[in-house]
């Protein structure tokens, strides 16, 4: 079955560093999607990418549809102690637009460093 | 405009009970999704309904079922319980299908 590779699986930040983070696959995607999950709470829409080469900013968080239709990426940029989380890729496959047509990403987990 | 709505936020039950979960969706949202999350398989997409109707089924057995009521309002069903169920059960709205909104989920644990 199809499968989304998402890295880093965790990753620790200082206030003020840029992150990055990013998934691939051996499909080919119509729709990525970019949510953000806090500790007892559901995963939050972050960000939706329609098109390849597209590049969406929601504030200080920046995402990108790979121009292969395989991968795509997210940046946040001068992190903060609220950036903390587990981000997660969802990418939609070619046939259909059915939420059971979304693969998940297994999650990037943010935490802060030490 | 109120968020989607799970209900209970958490839940305990014994190995072979059953049990059933709520989803009240966005005011307007038609389809709704149940997820399952769990440390080691992430989260799988259980089924979709949409206008009543179930839309698309994940991969997991026939122990787990839901439905969809024609207020959009959805419940999910998991019966004869077992230990590996336990997990946070995810339900999310949307207008068509994909760009969703997440509820806080359901915290079952089977014991």
């Known amino acids: 079955g199809q499968q989304l590779n998402q890295s880093p699986q965790s990753m620790f930040i200082q206030e003020g560093e840029d992150v990055s983070m990013n998934c691939t696959s051996s499909?080919?995607?119509?729709?990525w999607l970019w949510y953000k999950q806090d500790p007892g709470e559901g995963p939050v829409l972050l960000i939706a990418?329609?098109?390849?080469?597209e590049l969406t900013s929601n504030g200080r968080l920046t995402a990108q549809f790979g121009i292969t239709r395989k991968d795509s990426f997210l940046n946040i940029s001068a992190s903060i102690p609220s950036d903390v989380g587990i981000y997660f890729c969802?990418?939609?496959?070619?046939?259909?637009?059915?939420?059971?047509?979304?693969?998940f990403g297994k999650g990037t987990k943010l935490s802060v460093k030490p | 405009k109120a968020g989607v709505t799970q209900t209970p936020r958490y839940l305990i039950k014994t190995r072979g009970q059953q049990v059933t979960l709520s989803c009240s969706p966005i005011s307007g949202h038609r389809s709704v999704s149940w997820y399952q999350q769990t440390p080691g398989q992430g989260l799988q997409f259980l089924f979709e309904y949409f206008s009543e109707t179930q839309r698309n089924k994940g991969n997991f057995p026939g122990r787990f079922s839901g439905r969809q009521f024609s207020n959009s309002r959805s419940e999910m069903n998991v019966s004869t319980l077992e230990l590996g169920d336990s997990a946070l059960y995810l339900c999310?709205?949307?207008?068509?299908?994909?760009?969703?909104?997440f509820g806080q989920g359901t915290r079952l644990t089977v014991v």
């Open positions: 499909s080919i995607f119509n729709t």
């Open positions: 969802a990418g939609q496959l070619s046939d259909g637009g059915s939420q059971g047509n979304l693969i």
């Open positions: 999310a709205s949307s207008l068509e299908g994909l760009e969703a909104f």
């Open positions: 990418l329609y098109k390849a080469g």
